[in-house]
C-alpha cells in the first residue's frame, strides 16, 4: 500500500512539477501508513531490522509523573493494549499473557519490537523514493519539505504498548523541516510545538501570493516567533 502511495504521488509530483516551472505555486501531501499496525514489509525489512532490546526487557523505571500518565490513558485501559490485541494469536491476547514471562510471550515482544524497526526502515525508503523524486523535477531548491508523525509509540516501555497515554515516547514524533532559504540548515531546535502550527507555518514559508516568506532567514527572528504554549 505504501509503494503504491508514493508511486502516485511521484507521478503527481511529476505533473506539479512541470505546473512549477512556469511559476506556479503547488502542494502535495503524502501519508506513509507504516509503522501502523499491523507489522508488515517486504521481507529484505525484516532480514535487516532487529529488535532494540534483543536480550533484555524495555526500561520500565517510572519518572516522577509517570505513574499519572498511564493512570490517564485515552484508550483501552492503562496499558494502551487494545489496538494491537486483534493482532496475537489465540492465548496471547490478555496483557496478562502477552506482557508475561513465557518464552512464546517473550518471543512474540520481540518480534514485535523487530517488526516496528522494519517497518520504520520501510517507510525511510519511501521517504527516500519521494526526495529522489522531487530532486529530479528540478523543484528541490525552491520547495518546502516537511516532514513530520501524527504519534509516537511505546514498545513494551513501562511494561505498555501503543500510543493511549501522555507519557513522552506517546506524545513526542519526529518533526523536519527544510526549506530553501534557510540560514542553518541541520538545526535542531528544542523549542516544543504543536502540529496544529504545522499547516499555517507551511503556508507562511511558502507565501505563494507574495512570493518571499515572512519568516526571516535569521535564526533569532524565527525563535520570536516561536509561539508559546
Not at 500518565?69 to 494469536?89: C, I, K, Q, V
Not at 504519534?151 to 493511549?164: C, V
Not at 530553501?180 to 523549542?191: I, K, L, N, R
Not at 507565501?207 to 504554549?229: A, M, Y
Request: charged share 20%; proline share 7%.
Amino acid at each position: 500500500r505504501d509503494h503504491k502511495t508514493t508511486s502516485f504521488a511521484l507521478r503527481s509530483m511529476e505533473r506539479l512539477g512541470k505546473m512549477a516551472s512556469k511559476q506556479l505555486p503547488w502542494f502535495i501531501a503524502v501519508g506513509i501508513i507504516r509503522p501502523h499496525l499491523p507489522f508488515v514489509c517486504p521481507r529484505r525489512f525484516w532480514d535487516e531490522a532487529s529488535d532494540p532490546y534483543y536480550g533484555r526487557e524495555p526500561p520500565t523505571s517510572f519518572g516522577p509523573n509517570a505513574s499519572e500518565a498511564l493512570n490517564y490513558s485515552t484508550n483501552h485501559g492503562s496499558s494502551g493494549f487494545g489496538e494491537l490485541r486483534s493482532f496475537l494469536p489465540h492465548g496471547l491476547k490478555e496483557h496478562h499473557h502477552f506482557a508475561g514471562p513465557s518464552p512464546a510471550a517473550s518471543e512474540l515482544r520481540s518480534a514485535s519490537r523487530r517488526g516496528y524497526r522494519a517497518c520504520m526502515a520501510w517507510a525511510d525508503f519511501q521517504v527516500g523514493r519521494l526526495l529522489d523524486g522531487l530532486k529530479s523535477t528540478g523543484q528541490e531548491d525552491r520547495t518546502v519539505v516537511a516532514l513530520l508523525s501524527d504519534h509516537g509509540w511505546k514498545l513494551g516501555e513501562f511494561h505498555a504498548w501503543g500510543k493511549h497515554t501522555t507519557l513522552h515516547a506517546d506524545i513526542h514524533v519526529p518533526l523536519m523541516v527544510r526549506h530553501p532559504f534557510m540560514a542553518a540548515p541541520g538545526a535542531h531546535f528544542h523549542t516544543p510545538v504543536e502540529l496544529l502550527d504545522i499547516f499555517p507555518t507551511l503556508v507562511e514559508l511558502a507565501d505563494p501570493w507574495g512570493g518571499v516568506s515572512n519568516i526571516s532567514s535569521d535564526n533569532g527572528d524565527e525563535k520570536k516567533k516561536t509561539r508559546d504554549i
